[in-house]
């Protein structure tokens, strides 16, 4: 089966199944092997020095055509059977509208499937209709429950730990905006409450002054497409804010910068190491520390 998928997570998907797409999109970049598939669509964003310039650029791309483009003639020369796409976040991935309509303008053969996960629940049906639409169902099974079983596993030994730290995940520093969706779940398997948001909810921008309030006991910026080095670079734009020093988080050296692009951001199969991870920060006493490339302290 010819399979094109458009989002990192549906690739990451894709191959933990064994079935190597013919197209991918830009941002596809695990595992390495995805790196060598052609990409069907080109982002229309470039490369900016703060959050805030980016997301002026989505701004501006999203009111003249949208922030990705497909390249046309690369999808009908692959002729897909099976074109993944999303329905969650227009700026994150090309979404199913636009997808469906390339298609259908070229005349293709190929079935549309359209993820649009929120929660862990939400990932394991994805990964299981996606195992039914490439013929690889039983290796889906397999899979979910083997996740399954690692995210009992971490909320099992969490939840006989008796402190709950308050934390905050930010998925983008200017806006501030809290992360949603699987995040507050994974945030309570690895032993934490989350105040800003409940499971599900979509990441949306807050003010500043809602944090502050919140005060959390563990503070984590993983921006959505940022390395850690992107992070790190932009700390400013965080740590400029009024009242920054004050937080617990900083009193007490519990702010962290985490790889959003691959491990927060992504509703993927590595949300479960994500999960473990997780857990490693909030009680590094129970739990492995994540790797320096996973997580870092923002000093």
């Given at each position: 089966m010819r399979v094109v998928s458009l989002l990192p997570s549906a690739t990451e998907i894709c191959f933990t199944l064994d079935v190597e797409p013919v197209g991918v999109s830009s941002e596809c970049d695990y595992p390495p092997a995805a790196k060598s598939v052609p990409a069907v669509e080109q982002s229309r964003i470039g490369k900016a020095a703060d959050s805030a310039e980016i997301n002026a650029q989505v701004a501006a791309a999203e009111e003249n055509g949208g922030v990705y483009e497909i390249d046309a003639t690369l999808l009908a020369d692959l002729d897909p059977d099976l074109a993944i796409t999303q329905g969650i976040c227009d700026v994150c991935a090309v979404d199913e509208v636009q997808v469906a309509a390339v298609i259908d303008d070229l005349g293709l053969e190929t079935d549309v499937l359209t993820t649009d996960p929120h929660s862990l629940a939400d990932l394991y049906a994805d990964v299981q209709r996606i195992g039914r639409a490439t013929d690889s169902e039983s290796a889906a099974i397999e899979r979910v429950s083997a996740w399954r079983d690692?995210?009992?596993?971490?909320?099992?030994?969490?939840?006989?730990?008796?402190?709950?730290?308050?934390?905050?995940?930010?998925?983008?520093?200017?806006?501030?905006?809290?992360?949603?969706?699987?995040?507050?779940?994974?945030v309570r398997v690895a032993g934490g409450e989350y105040p800003l948001a409940d499971p599900g909810d979509r990441s949306r921008p807050r003010e500043w002054r809602e944090i502050r309030e919140a005060d959390p006991d563990v503070l984590i910026t993983a921006p959505c497409g940022y390395t850690i080095e992107e992070a790190l670079a932009n700390r400013d734009e965080l740590t400029d804010r009024p009242g920054w020093d004050e937080l617990t988080a900083v009193q007490e050296s519990k702010v962290y910068a985490f790889d959003g692009h691959h491990y927060v951001n992504r509703p993927g199969p590595r949300l479960i190491e994500t999960a473990e991870y997780l857990a490693g920060l909030l009680h590094p006493e129970e739990f492995p520390r994540p790797p320096g490339d996973v997580a870092v302290t923002l000093e």
């Amino acid at each position: 089966m010819r399979v094109v998928s458009l989002l990192p997570s549906a690739t990451e998907i894709c191959f933990t199944l064994d079935v190597e797409p013919v197209g991918v999109s830009s941002e596809c970049d695990y595992p390495p092997a995805a790196k060598s598939v052609p990409a069907v669509e080109q982002s229309r964003i470039g490369k900016a020095a703060d959050s805030a310039e980016i997301n002026a650029q989505v701004a501006a791309a999203e009111e003249n055509g949208g922030v990705y483009e497909i390249d046309a003639t690369l999808l009908a020369d692959l002729d897909p059977d099976l074109a993944i796409t999303q329905g969650i976040c227009d700026v994150c991935a090309v979404d199913e509208v636009q997808v469906a309509a390339v298609i259908d303008d070229l005349g293709l053969e190929t079935d549309v499937l359209t993820t649009d996960p929120h929660s862990l629940a939400d990932l394991y049906a994805d990964v299981q209709r996606i195992g039914r639409a490439t013929d690889s169902e039983s290796a889906a099974i397999e899979r979910v429950s083997a996740w399954r079983d690692r995210i009992a596993a971490i909320r099992n030994r969490s939840q006989a730990i008796e402190s709950a730290p308050t934390v905050a995940v930010l998925d983008w520093m200017d806006p501030v905006m809290v992360a949603g969706h699987w995040i507050p779940e994974l945030v309570r398997v690895a032993g934490g409450e989350y105040p800003l948001a409940d499971p599900g909810d979509r990441s949306r921008p807050r003010e500043w002054r809602e944090i502050r309030e919140a005060d959390p006991d563990v503070l984590i910026t993983a921006p959505c497409g940022y390395t850690i080095e992107e992070a790190l670079a932009n700390r400013d734009e965080l740590t400029d804010r009024p009242g920054w020093d004050e937080l617990t988080a900083v009193q007490e050296s519990k702010v962290y910068a985490f790889d959003g692009h691959h491990y927060v951001n992504r509703p993927g199969p590595r949300l479960i190491e994500t999960a473990e991870y997780l857990a490693g920060l909030l009680h590094p006493e129970e739990f492995p520390r994540p790797p320096g490339d996973v997580a870092v302290t923002l000093e």
